[in-house]
C-alpha cells in the first residue's frame, strides 16, 4: 500500500481542539487514530477535544497516562482512549484488551511506537511538533495507508 501525508500549522490550542472535533464525527469502530510526539507536544489535549466534541453531556477526559486506558460510549460505539507510555509489554495489550479494540471500537492511542509489529496497518498517524519560538503553535502531519483516509483528510486540510 502507498502511504499518503498531509500537513497542516495549528496557531493555537484552539486551532488544534477544532481539529480534532472536525475529525471526531467521521469516525467509526474499527477507525484508528495514533498520536506521536514528545510531551507536551499536545496528544492528549487533541484527544480531549475530540472526545468531547463527541459527548452530549460533557465529562472530563483524563490523561491515561497510569491507567493505560479510558474508555467511552460515544454515539458511534465505544471509544479507547491510551497512552501506552508506561506500557511493559506486549502481552500487557492483549490482556487490556487494546488489539481486540483495534477491530471492534474507535481507538485513539499516544505514543504508538511502542505498539511494535501490533501497530494496526488501517490506523491514522498523526504526528505533532513543537514550532520553535511559539509557544502556542504546533504542526501536525498525518501519514496513512488505507485509502479510507483520504476523504477525511482532503476535507480537514482544504
Ligand atoms: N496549538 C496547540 N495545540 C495543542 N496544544 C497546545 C497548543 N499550544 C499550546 N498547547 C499546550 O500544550 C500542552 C500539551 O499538553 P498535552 O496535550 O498533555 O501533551 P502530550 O499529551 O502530547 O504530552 C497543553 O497544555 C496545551 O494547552
Ligand atoms: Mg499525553
Redesign the pocket.
Request: proline share 3%; hydrophobic share 30%.
Given at each position: 500500500m502507498t502511504r499518503h501525508t498531509a500537513a497542516c500549522r495549528?496557531?493555537?490550542?484552539?486551532?488544534?481542539?477544532d481539529l480534532a472535533a472536525s475529525i471526531a464525527g467521521a469516525l467509526r469502530p474499527g477507525d484508528c487514530l495514533l498520536?506521536e510526539?514528545?510531551?507536551?507536544?499536545?496528544?492528549?489535549?487533541?484527544?480531549?477535544h475530540l472526545i468531547q466534541s463527541l459527548m452530549d453531556v460533557p465529562e472530563d477526559v483524563p490523561?491515561p497516562t497510569f491507567t493505560l486506558v479510558q474508555t467511552y460510549d460515544v454515539p458511534a460505539g465505544e471509544l479507547w482512549h491510551s497512552?501506552l507510555y508506561r506500557l511493559s509489554s506486549l502481552d500487557e495489550l492483549e490482556e487490556l484488551g487494546l488489539t481486540e479494540a483495534f477491530e471492534n471500537a474507535i481507538c485513539l492511542v499516544?505514543w504508538p511506537d511502542r505498539l511494535a509489529e501490533l501497530t494496526p496497518a488501517h490506523a491514522l498517524h498523526l504526528t505533532?511538533s513543537l514550532v520553535p519560538g511559539a509557544?502556542?503553535?504546533?504542526d501536525i502531519q498525518f501519514a496513512w495507508s488505507d485509502p479510507k483516509w483520504q476523504p477525511l483528510i482532503e476535507r480537514i486540510t482544504a
Open positions: 495549528l496557531n493555537s490550542p484552539e486551532e488544534t481542539a498520536l510526539g514528545v510531551i507536551g507536544a499536545g496528544k492528549t489535549h487533541f484527544c480531549r490523561s497512552d499516544e505533532l509557544d502556542d503553535q504546533r
